[in-house]
């Protein structure tokens, strides 16, 4: 299992990497064109923009989910685990995981229904109309990866005790 995690962990860091790039790159220069150029100079903005960019928003949140689980960068309270055995926090970090992984496969499903409804209830942007399926999907499949980040996570607590996560340029995230 480790060899799929070391290719699990380079394809995340590519693909939001060169997709999360490219997006911030569009949202970067949309932006500014739309409103120093379009708006300011020309008094006239592009409709359907701010569509355009509420969109790109979601692509990013939805590449920044299995890698932010894969370095630790998500929120985790450890109030307690200082006051339990080490056997007790390992059964209950693995309970909490397994519980996690649970609500993230129902999560992915769902996402993965409202998909392929979206076009039927007529789910799209306010000024444009674009259709928020393919955003459904790709939601979907980003919390299916963090689901398979979670049981790598399950079964190295359950191996060693601890997660290793990913290390981006040598250090921590």
Not at 31 to 54: C, H, Q, T, Y
Request: net charge positive; charged share 15%.
């Amino acid at each position: 299992m480790p060899g799929f995690l070391r290719l699990l962990d380079r394809a995340l860091l590519w693909i939001s990497i060169v997709c999360g790039g490219l997006t911030l790159i569009f949202m970067t220069g949309f932006s500014v064109w739309n409103v120093l150029i379009m708006r300011k100079a020309f008094n006239s903005p592009i409709v359907g923009a701010e569509d355009l960019l509420i969109l790109a928003l979601v692509v990013i949140v939805a590449l920044s989910i299995p890698l932010g689980a894969r370095t630790g960068a998500h929120i985790e309270i450890e109030v307690l685990e200082a006051h339990m055995s080490a056997k007790f926090a390992k059964i209950s970090m693995v309970a909490v995981k397994c519980l996690g992984l649970a609500l993230l496969i129902i999560m992915a499903w769902r996402l993965w229904h409202a998909g392929q409804s979206a076009v039927r209830f007529g789910e799209t942007t306010q000024q444009l109309l674009i259709s928020f399926e393919p955003f459904y999907y790709l939601l979907s499949l980003s919390v299916s990866l963090y689901a398979i980040v979670l049981v790598f996570d399950i079964y190295g607590l359950l191996r060693s005790n601890h997660i290793e996560p990913l290390r981006i340029n040598g250090g921590p995230l």
